[in-house]
């Protein structure tokens, strides 16, 4: 595996296999790597002739100064990984590279980026609209490669994809996570131990709401028995606990074939998201 770093470099070699007729799979991500992160590489490796991987840690999608510089970063390993899952290139291109003086471009998707993660980060998918169109059009891939993990970002790719007509099949990956529920993260590295320890509570309240609106329960009495179970696990502070349509991510009253259960909650100062179809 190579690692690349300009767009130049990373054209090159894409226009050579694109040449010979290879399929191309991109997998974006912002690096500290995880087993979620390799569920992409692999199912990218299973479905096209070359992968890149892209590590960028997008300024651009930080809504919070001091969380752009505690994000980890740990590209030696990452890129060991990355070999180990048969991925072909790398590239992690330095931010002046992504955004070279002048740069003046941004990608706004409505619809499905106007609640949760974009009511509570303002401009965060701004940045990470932007920053996936242009890797998808450095990459030039025809696959590419997102998970679960990230519902509502996912949806977010799916419609700039339809909308700017971009030469892209958008692929969902199932959200892996650790034997005790939690999905896994980059940002779970930042958890105490005890924090750790209480993480699997956010999955745990989702999966207990999912079951009781399953079995009938009013909708709004089970999202507050998840938001005080989330509580009185320790987390300090709660972002939403929405039932929302898993395609128009519009908050629904009643569970319907797509609902889908997200929560975001704060736990150590750490972020933690995470969402269950219903
Ligand atoms: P990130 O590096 O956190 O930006 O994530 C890069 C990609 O990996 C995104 O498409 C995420 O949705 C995906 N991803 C992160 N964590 C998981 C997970 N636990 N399971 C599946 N996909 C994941």
Redesign the pocket.
Known sequence: MRTVRTVAALRKAVTAWKADGAAIGVV????AL?A??L??AAAARRDCDRVVATIFVNPAQFDNPEDLARYPRRERADAAMLRRAGVDLLFAPPPEEVYPAGFATTVHVGGPAARMEGAHRPGHFDGVATVVTKLLMMTMADRAY?????WQ??QVVRRLVADLNLPVAVVG?????EADGL????RNRGLAPAARAAAPALHAALSEAAAAIRSGADVGAALGAARAAILAAGFERIDYVDLCDGLSLEPVAAPGAAARLFAAAWLDGVRLIDNIAL
């Open positions: 974006p991500t912002m690096g995880h979620g992160h569920g992409l997102f998970g679960e993990k990230d970002q996912l990956c199932p959200t892996l996570r999905a896994m993260s980059s």
